[in-house]
């Protein structure tokens, strides 16, 4: 009888504390997933992105970048610059630039650390160019390109911050050209392999 006894007792008390133990490893997987879902929170709180970007089919310049709903996020980049100046005296000669493009990205997968993503994108591009020499007058070159890509592209995150990412696909451009230097307007397009890179500061 009190072999049986010590038997139930030990049974009981193993029981328990396997119980407990059961308890114990929910409530570290609980935690877990907590600690996660928290880590998860603050990354989607950093849905704005500012830096420079430098791409064959979006342009390049200052860039921003918003995302729309972990899955989906849209680019805008644009600058404008210019230049002009007096030359021997008389000369001159002055130019403007101005880019404007954007791109709509769509995520494959996103890591702690990287992100794998698709995009379809353009750009618009306008150059203007004065001269005014004494031997042959002022004369205007007006060169514009409107440019189309699809895309991949690969994100990295060095610090929860900072954010660098390399892109790669077809792109399809078409130019026109005109001036007073010529009697009709000039258009040519290309169709090729495009590359660009940006950095940014996510907040």
């Known amino acids: ?20 133990q059961a308890q114990e490893n929910k409530d570290k997987s609980e935690k877990s997933s907590a600690e996660n879902q928290k880590t998860d929170a603050g990354k989607q709180i950093l849905r704005n992105k500012l830096g420079f970007a ?17 899955l989906h996020e849209i680019e805008l980049t644009g600058s404008v610059f210019g230049e002009g100046g007096n030359e021997n005296g008389n000369d001159t000669r002055s130019y403007v630039v ?29 150059d203007r160019t004065t001269y005014n ?10 060169e514009d390109a409107i440019t189309i890509g699809l895309a991949i592209g690969l994100e990295f995150t060095f610090s929860s911050r900072l954010l660098l990412n390399c892109e790669g696909g077809y792109l ?8 007073s230097f010529q009697n009709s307007t000039n ?8 590359v660009g890179c940006g950095i940014y500061y996510a907040f």
């Open 1 to 20: 009888m009190k072999m049986f006894c010590m038997v139930a007792l030990l049974l009981v008390l193993n029981g328990s504390a396997f119980s407990a």
């Open 54 to 70: 430098a791409s064959m089919i979006s342009g390049y310049g200052l860039s921003y970048a918003y995302n729309l709903d972990n």
């Open 98 to 126: 101005a880019t404007l493009g954007g791109e709509f990205q769509r995520n494959f997968h996103v890591g702690r650390s990287s992100r794998f993503y698709g995009l379809i994108g353009g750009s618009y591009w306008s």
């Open 187 to 194: 258009s040519s397009y290309s169709l090729g392999f495009g």
């Open 133 to 142: 020499y004494s031997y042959q007058g002022p004369t205007n070159s007006n």
């Open 172 to 179: 399809y451009r078409y130019t026109t050209k005109t001036g």
